[in-house]
């Protein structure tokens, strides 16, 4: 049985988590629409991801004879500044998940809730390479400057190749 506290976080969690993926995809579809298709494709492919954290936390919580409550969406923003703002704003947003999966561990361990605190440790170690994959493009962009945006765009998706194989 979870503890209420417990309940709650990791429903106030998946809003986060659908929020991230509606963020991504509004974010692709920008990226797409200015001819950008390899930065959409990362795009998408991160909405997805985060729509199957998303549904990480909603089984658990129902396995775990808690009720997952599915939220109402606010609306992600719909432009961007340029695409070096775009991954700015991805990296904040990552920094601002793991702060909050970071609160999710702490009321845990207040709660004496040890198996939700094991089970959150995937989200914990998922959330170092998140952040570490969005500092590995903001790089690539610095290095490449404004005037290389073809070239990234076109190497964007075969990073993420880099990371999935170094990773496994
Ligand atoms: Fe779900 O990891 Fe990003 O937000």
Known sequence: MLPKKVEKILNEQIQKEDYSSQLYLAMASWAENRGMGGVAEWLYAQSEEEREHMLKLVRFINERDGVAVIPAMDKPPTDFENIRALFDKVLEHEQYISASI?????????????????????????????ESSVRVIIDKLKLLG????????????SMRGEEKESEA
């Open 146 to 157: 404004d005037k290389n945006i073809y070239m990234f765009d076109r190497d964007i998706m």
């Open 102 to 130: 970071h609160d999710i561990v702490t009321v845990c361990m207040e709660e004496r809730d040890f198996a939700t605190q094991n089970w959150i440790q995937w989200f914990v170690n998922e959330q170092i390479e998140e």
